[in-house]
C-alpha cells in the first residue's frame, strides 16, 4: 500500500486527524492492533471541551454529539459537606462542556471515515516503522488474516496512546526526554445503572478522600473515589463502595443514587510529557506523548487539540511544500500541553488527601478551595482552563 500520511492509532488523536486530512485532500491509512469492536465497546470518559465540540460539529461529526450528549453550564466543587458551583458559561462568555463518552466519539468517527471511503486496518500485530529520518518512511504490519503487509507514506504519526510502539522510535537521551510524575493515589472507578446523583459534575474533596460524581446517560452513571494505588477491585464489594461514597458525598446539595454497579476497574495517575513530540517524519499526538490525571477532564481534548495543529501543518505541506508549521509542531502543541498539565496537576493536589498530608495541610486545601470558590477571580481561573483554550 501507499499513502501520504500512515497513522498508527484507531483513538481520537488517529481517527481525528485521519477525518481532518481528508477535508483537506491529504491520503492517510490507519492501523490499529485492536478490532472494531474492542475500539468502540471500550467505555471512557468524555468530557468535551466546548472547541472540540465546536470542531466536532463544524466538521459534520454532530449528529449524534447533539442529540446524545449533554451539555453543562457548571460543575460543583464540594468540600466541608457543601457545594459551591463554578458557573462555566457565566464566567467565561456562554461557553460549556459537554459530557459525551470517547468510546462515542470514536464509533462517530469511524463511521465517518468509512462512509468517506477511508482506510482503516483493523486487528493488525507485529508492527514495526522504517527509516523515519529518510525520505519515505514505511509501517510494516501482519494484517488480521496473518498476511504480512508494508505501508509506504511520506510521514508515519504516532497515535497509538500510552502503551505506545511510537515514541520509543525517538532515541531516548540523545533526543527524546521523558517528563514523568507519579501520583501516590489511584481512583476507584464503577459504572451503575442509575438515575442521576447530581444534574451537574461534583468533585468532592473529603477527609477520607477525594470522590467524583459523573453520568454517561440519563440510565448510566460514572463515579469514582479516592483509593490506594496498590488495591484490588476484588477488596470491594457492591455494598462497601455504596457505603463509600455515601460517605464521601451525602449531606447537604447532595445523595449518592444507588443501582446495580456492572463494571469495576481503579485508575492509576500518571503525568507524562516527552520532548521533542517530532523526529525525523515521525510525529507523535495525544497519549503517546503526554498523559495527564483526569481530574482536569483533558486527555482526548489535548489529543484532538494536537491533530489540529498537525492536520494544518501537514495541509500546509502539501499544498505548498512550506515545512514551517511543521518544524514548530512539537513548540506550538507543548504550550497547551503544559498548561493542561498544571490545571490537572493543581484540580488533583487541592482536592485530594496525600498519604503523608498532616493536619496543616489539609486545612490548607480547605483555605484554597474557600479562595477558589469565593473569589471571582479563583472561579474564573478554573472555569476559563475547564471549559478549555482556543483550538489551534
Not at 68 to 87: K, V, Y
Not at 171 to 191: M, S, T
Not at 241 to 262: K, Q, T, V, Y
Request: aromatic fraction near 8%.
Amino acid at each position: 500500500m501507499r499513502t501520504q500520511v500512515g497513522i498508527v492509532g484507531a483513538g481520537p488523536a488517529g481517527l481525528m486527524l485521519s477525518h481532518l486530512l481528508h477535508l483537506q485532500g491529504v491520503d492517510s491509512v490507519v492501523i490499529d492492533k485492536r478490532s472494531r469492536e474492542t475500539i468502540e465497546r471500550t467505555i471512557k470518559a468524555g468530557i468535551l471541551e466546548h472547541g472540540t465540540v465546536e470542531l466536532l460539529r463544524s466538521t459534520g461529526l454532530g449528529e449524534r454529539l447533539n442529540r446524545d450528549g449533554a451539555e453543562h453550564h457548571g460543575i460543583q466543587l464540594r468540600f466541608n459537606g457543601r457545594n459551591h458551583r463554578i458557573d462555566l458559561s457565566g464566567l467565561t462568555g456562554g461557553k460549556t462542556v459537554t459530557v459525551y463518552a470517547q468510546h462515542e466519539v470514536l464509533i462517530d468517527l469511524i463511521a465517518r471515515r468509512l462512509a468517506d471511503d477511508g482506510r482503516l486496518v483493523f486487528g493488525v500485530d507485529d508492527v514495526g516503522v522504517e527509516d523515519v529520518t529518510g525520505s519515505s518512511p514505511s509501517i510494516r504490519f501482519t494484517d488480521a488474516e496473518g498476511a504480512g503487509q508494508g505501508l509506504d507514506c511520506d510521514f508515519v504519526i504516532g497515535c497509538d496512546g500510552s502503551r505506545t510502539y511510537t515514541r520509543f522510535l525517538i532515541p531516548e537521551g540523545k533526543v527524546r526526554r521523558d517528563y514523568f510524575h507519579q501520583y501516590p493515589f489511584a481512583w476507584f472507578g464503577i459504572l451503575a445503572e442509575a438515575p442521576p446523583s447530581s444534574e451537574e459534575l461534583i468533585y468532592s474533596r473529603h477527609e477520607r478522600g477525594f470522590a467524583l460524581i459523573s453520568t454517561r446517560s440519563p440510565t448510566i452513571q460514572r463515579l469514582y473515589f479516592q483509593c490506594d494505588p496498590a488495591d484490588s477491585v476484588d477488596n470491594w464489594s457492591d455494598d462497601r463502595i455504596w457505603h463509600e461514597l455515601h460517605a464521601r458525598i451525602d449531606g447537604e446539595d447532595a445523595a449518592i443514587s444507588e443501582g446495580r454497579i456492572f463494571q469495576k476497574d481503579i485508575l492509576h495517575f500518571r503525568s507524562l510529557v516527552v520532548e521533542p513530540m517530532q523526529y525525523g517524519r515521525l510525529f507523535l499526538a495525544g497519549d503517546a506523548a503526554h498523559t495527564v490525571p483526569p481530574t482536569g477532564a483533558k486527555g482526548m481534548n489535548l489529543a484532538i487539540a494536537d491533530v489540529v495543529v498537525l492536520s494544518r501543518a501537514l495541509e500546509a505541506y502539501y499544498s505548498t511544500k512550506e515545512t514551517a508549521a511543521l518544524d514548530a509542531y512539537t513548540a506550538t502543541v507543548l504550550r497547551r500541553v503544559w498548561r493542561a498539565q498544571q490545571f490537572s496537576y493543581w484540580m488533583t493536589s487541592m482536592l485530594h488527601r496525600f498519604p503523608d498530608e498532616n493536619e496543616f495541610g489539609l486545612r490548607r486545601q480547605i483555605a484554597e478551595l474557600e479562595g477558589v470558590t469565593g473569589t471571582a477571580a479563583g472561579a474564573a481561573y478554573v472555569a476559563e482552563n475547564y471549559v478549555g483554550l482556543p483550538i489551534g
